[in-house]
């Protein structure tokens, strides 16, 4: 049966609009077969990739995708195959610096068979960076630059379970700032602000790279020292003292003299300690070497 002129119309006007919808979609999309192969992208696809459209039909998605011979780990189409269910995945496209919300929706035939997936990429990119960035503001303090209090915890529980299993001993030095009262009472709390910034400069030349080096809380600073024992201690406490004098001989023309109060507490991995409880410890032995330097400057 021959179709009408006007069937025929109505078919081409609803695959142009089709065609137009499928291409004004901002977000990369790909039918694909069962087989991984790519009936037809979009133009946001091809642009994404940097193909023309024709070249993607008929290639592995993966090959074209991700310029891969397989499909990438815990691939959501490949579990599409398997459940027909809808399946969302966030990855990271290396070649493009991209992050992508990957969503595939199952396509079914007119018997109910499935028949393929609808692959979505959706750019987090600026989302995922945002999102990081937030994470370490939240991590870091505002006025030294160090770790903050959440900064300490969230990195220093990470390497303890690094040192239990790597049977590794650390320590936990607990510093404050001698005087600091007397500082902001009498200076003002912009000297003390600046006690607080170069306090922290001296720890970061007294301590590497790999060390946690945190704020914690007022004139207080704690610092995990990474794979470091009892041998360790008079080293880093003699560093530091040469970092102090260095300091107030190149700021001999200031009132502000910098001196810190030190504490401390040695992590063991063979024995049962917490965070809190080496934090306890070394404060406990900072309060005692502050008594002693009041005692001496009474």
């Not at 189409?77 to 919300?101: C, P, S, T, V």
């Not at 505002?142 to 299993?165: P, V």
Request: proline fraction near 3%; include cysteine.
């Amino acid at each position: 049966m021959k179709m009408k002129d006007s069937d025929i119309k109505d078919i081409n006007k609803r695959t142009d609009e089709w065609e137009r919808t499928f291409n004004a979609v901002p977000d990369p999309i790909a039918i694909i077969d069962r087989n991984f192969r790519i009936r037809r992208i979009n133009t946001s696809m091809a642009e994404c990739l940097n193909i023309e459209p024709e070249e993607a039909i008929g290639r592995p998605c993966f090959e074209v995708v991700h310029m891969d011979s397989q499909p990438i780990i815990n691939c959501p189409l490949r579990k599409l195959l398997i459940d027909g269910k809808i399946h969302k995945k966030e990855i990271y496209e290396a070649r493009l610096n991209k992050y992508f919300e990957i969503t595939v929706v199952p396509l079914f035939d007119d018997k109910g068979y499935l028949d393929g997936a609808v692959h979505i990429a959706h750019d987090i990119t600026e989302l995922k960076r945002l999102s990081e960035t937030l994470k370490t503001l939240s991590l870091i303090d505002e006025l030294t630059g160090l770790y903050n209090r959440r900064g300490f915890y969230t990195f220093s529980e990470q390497q303890m379970k690094i040192a239990q299993r790597m049977k590794k001993k650390m320590l936990i030095i607990f510093i404050d700032i001698n005087g600091m009262k007397y500082i902001n009472d009498t200076l003002g709390h912009k000297e003390g602000d600046l006690a607080l910034i170069d306090s922290a400069l001296i720890l970061k030349k007294t301590f590497r790279d790999s060390d946690i080096i945190s704020r914690f809380g007022g004139d207080e600073f704690l610092i995990l020292a990474i794979d470091s024992d009892e041998k360790t201690v008079p080293i880093i406490k003699e560093r530091l003292e040469k970092n102090i004098e260095i300091y107030n001989i190149e700021h001999s023309n200031r009132e502000l003299k910098l001196s810190f109060s030190v504490g401390i507490a040695l992590y063991d991995p063979d024995l049962n300690q917490s965070l809190d409880e080496l934090i306890s410890q070394a404060d406990k032995e900072m309060y005692l070497d502050k008594k002693r330097y009041y005692g001496r400057n009474d």
